[in-house]
């Protein structure tokens, strides 16, 4: 989807003039990507429809106002936007489990969705941010699920509870987080079973486990590769175990991500995390808007800073005060040169290929780093030696310096400086472009970031 979608709006970019006929090509595009990516054919009509008449109206206003041409471009970009993040954010707060009270999370979902290995994901995750946190096996049916549960466990070096004897899962639901309340852990995940048949009784076996241990969130775990299928199945869950966060698994791979979107659109249930791997670090947090801005190729600005503080961790100086900038806003070519060269560096400190960590990067497009191993790493090579071949005030500058400018102060396109630049790293304009336009895009971000809430997409709009 990302990479489709990305393509229709970089073509959008390039058309010298959006009119109608643009407008309807990117419309068809965006339509097509959706439906093959698996979102519900009717969501996919309305959204294209709302769009349109947010395109139509926006620009009528504009005209009405008499004022200046605006950027019709940004206008449609923006529209896409606002209605892909409206698709994925059903605008509920799902729950936060709160310090120094015992807070219960139950899993449920079919089997074979990644409800086990989610959990104990979510229990690295919390105990990570300083919760107590321990993981409950109230999956009896499936063979050896305990065991699953307790290697995982052991692993993480999270407390767990479960039996190999008793039967009834109710029970086991029950002994396990009084057990854990009564030493005052903090984050107590129930893990459930989730078989293929007898649906009748997997719901109310579900029920029967949360009238027991009364969570405080029910996590719906999906599996994004079952496509269409995924609106049924969420809400028939929906309808009896009221869940009150999703979370989607195997999001790696090929898996196409509309009918997790569907999902959320039928249940109005927000996602908390996304799955993206078998390991245990493998999870991500969800919010629409970066998952959008990702989805349309213009990084994760959030996930970028989460990764940061993770990597704190191994090299704190120089990543603190890496944070610190991008939190001040201040953001030149040169902090730039050193994201991309952490970033050469991360693959080999930080478990993940080239292409999952560069999709967290602001600025490099979705599916820019595709491909081979080989090719994503040449590809950020190249955008090193532009770098490379830039003087130490270039480096220091935000980028400006590489364009002309109008009379009213507008760039109008690039001078002599980063024709040189080109042609001293041995790449073409359009690379040194691109990159000076990621880099705009990350110090866009970073001044937008220096709130609490994250960044603010209008920005990168209306710049
Ligand atoms: P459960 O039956 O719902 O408990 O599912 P499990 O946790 O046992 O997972 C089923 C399979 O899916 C296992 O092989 C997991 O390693 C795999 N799995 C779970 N989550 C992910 C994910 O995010 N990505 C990938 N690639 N595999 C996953
Ligand atoms: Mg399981």
């Avoid at 999270?158 to 039967?167: A, K, N, R, V």
């Avoid at 009834?168 to 309340?181: C, H, M, Q, T, Y």
Wanted: aromatic fraction near 6%.
């Amino acid at each position: 989807l990302g990479a489709r979608l990305h393509g229709a709006l970089s073509q959008l970019s390039r058309a010298p003039v959006v009119d109608d006929q643009v407008l309807d090509a990117l419309l068809k595009e965006l339509t097509a990507a959706l439906l093959e990516s698996d979102v519900n054919v009717k969501l996919v009509a309305s959204l294209r429809n709302k769009v349109k008449t947010k395109v139509k109206k926006s620009l009528e206003e504009s005209a009405a106002a008499g004022g200046r041409e605006v950027n019709r471009k940004n206008v449609v970009q923006k529209a896409v936007f606002d209605e892909l993040v409206a698709l994925v954010d059903p605008g509920v707060e799902p729950y936060k489990p709160i310090k120094g009270k015992a807070n219960v999370l139950m899993a449920v979902g079919i089997q074979g969705a990644g409800k086990t290995t989610t959990c104990t994901k979510l229990a690295v995750h919390y105990q990570r941010r300083g919760f107590r946190t321990c993981l409950v096996c109230a999956d009896t049916f499936r063979a050896g699920a305990f065991d699953q549960l307790k290697q995982n466990a052991t692993k993480a070096k999270i407390p767990f509870y479960g039996s190999y004897t008793e039967t009834d899962p109710v029970a086991i639901a029950s002994l396990g987080v009084e057990k854990f309340r009564k030493e005052r852990f903090e984050v107590i995940i129930v893990d459930t079973s989730g078989r293929h048949k007898q649906e009748s009784e997997l719901f109310e076996e579900m029920v029967a486990i949360s009238n027991a241990v009364k969570p405080d969130m029910t996590i719906m775990v999906l599996d994004a590769s079952i496509g269409q299928a995924a609106e049924g199945q969420s809400r028939a869950f929906k309808d009896s175990a009221d869940f009150g966060a999703i979370i989607v698994t195997k999001l790696d791979g090929h898996a196409k991500g509309g009918g997790a979107i569907s999902a959320v659109a039928a249940t109005k249930t927000p996602i908390i995390f996304l799955g993206t791997g078998e390991h245990m670090n493998d999870l991500e947090r969800f919010a629409p808007q970066p998952f959008v801005s990702k989805l349309l190729g213009m990084g994760d600005m959030q996930g970028l800073m989460e990764h940061m503080q993770d990597m704190a961790r191994a090299n704190p100086e120089r990543q603190k005060e890496m944070a610190k900038k991008l939190e001040q806003g201040k953001f030149s070519l040169r902090d730039w040169r050193e994201q991309l060269s952490s970033i050469m560096n991360m693959r080999l400190t930080y478990r993940g290929s080239l292409s999952k960590i560069a999709s967290m990067i602001p600025g490099l497009p979705a599916g820019v780093m595709d491909g081979s191993e080989e090719e994503a790493t040449m590809k950020m090579k190249r955008l090193m030696f532009i770098t490379d071949a830039m003087r130490q005030d270039e480096l220091d500058s935000d980028g400006l310096i590489f364009f002309s400018f109008d009379k009213a102060g507008h760039p109008v396109g690039l001078n002599r400086r980063a024709r040189r630049v080109a042609r001293g790293s041995g790449t073409s304009l359009r690379e040194v472009e691109e990159l000076l336009a990621q880099a705009r895009m990350m110090a866009g971000m970073a001044r937008q970031a220096g709130g609490q809430n994250g960044w603010c997409v209008s920005h990168l709009f209306h710049p």
